[in-house]
């Protein structure tokens, strides 16, 4: 959602505010704080990190061109959209999952998540509040292996509407009870626990849409029915959109709450 995206942002609001009135995880006013510079990344930084995902496109498919043989990408792009867009989620969440880790485990790169996870009152509108680096590297790595191996436009499409709305979800301010779709499916409560500033939280349940990732690699936090007490981060996060972007740029001490976590899984 870019500059000319106001009236897509009108949609989301016209079904999100609604949603966390009714369905609310905690009491939280619609005009909570830091809800202006969201509004900024939405219009304006989103812009940024489409330019860049078409370039990245561009380039991968030329380079597939001549590494890739055409027999593999027409097998891959021409299977049905059904069987594509599962195989797509697969492969991007895993590459989402070791991006995640690493903007956690190495520090220069945790400088720039951190501005994600500086948000002290959680809502559908994080999901939009993300460092341009970050945004970048993490679509770059998860995105780079689905135009390489030659997956339908159509396909992608179709995964690119599920991801955003699922990623609104998941941020958003809901109680929603998932069952035993928890396992398969990663809802509010799984991700809201990934964005807890309390110490069973750090560094935990790192998938964007597959849990199992997080069972897998043994970064998985259960947490049953409970509550976060707060969200945000220690560090020294500063309040507006320009000061965020230009924070892991600058030098400083870095005070963060979070250990670097063990490489092992």
């Not at 999901?127 to 590297?137: E, K």
């Amino acid at each position: 959602m870019d500059i000319f995206g106001i009236k897509g942002l009108l949609i989301c609001a016209l079904i999100f505010i609604p949603f966390e009135h009714l369905f609310h995880e905690r009491p939280q006013k619609v005009l909570r704080k830091g809800l202006g510079v969201d509004l900024i990344y939405v219009l304006f930084n989103s812009l940024i990190v489409k330019l860049v995902i078409v370039l990245i496109a561009a380039n991968t498919l030329e380079a597939a061109a001549m590494l890739v043989p055409q027999s593999i990408t027409q097998a891959v792009g021409g299977q049905p959209i059904w069987l594509q867009v599962p195989e797509i989620i697969v492969i991007t969440d895993i590459g989402v999952y070791w991006a995640h880790r690493a903007f956690h485990s190495i520090p220069a790169l945790w400088k720039f998540h951190a501005v994600h996870h500086g948000i002290e009152e959680l809502d559908w509108l994080g999901a939009f509040h993300s460092h341009p680096v970050d945004a970048i590297l993490t679509k770059a790595l998860s995105l780079t292996p689905i135009f390489f191996l030659g997956f339908s436009e159509a396909s992608i499409a179709v995964f690119s509407v599920i991801y955003f709305w699922h990623t609104l979800l998941v941020h958003s301010n809901v109680r929603i009870p998932f069952g035993p779709l928890k396992w398969l499916i990663a809802s509010p409560q799984f991700h809201r626990w990934h964005h807890a500033n309390q110490r069973e939280a750090y560094d935990k349940n790192f998938a964007g849409q597959l849990p199992v990732l997080d069972m897998v690699f043994g970064t998985y936090n259960a947490t049953g029915d409970k509550v976060p007490e707060k969200y945000g981060v220690d560090d020294p996060i500063p309040s507006s959109y320009f000061g965020q972007v230009s924070y892991p740029l600058l030098k400083g001490e870095k005070r963060s709450n979070r250990p670097v976590p063990s490489t092992e899984a």
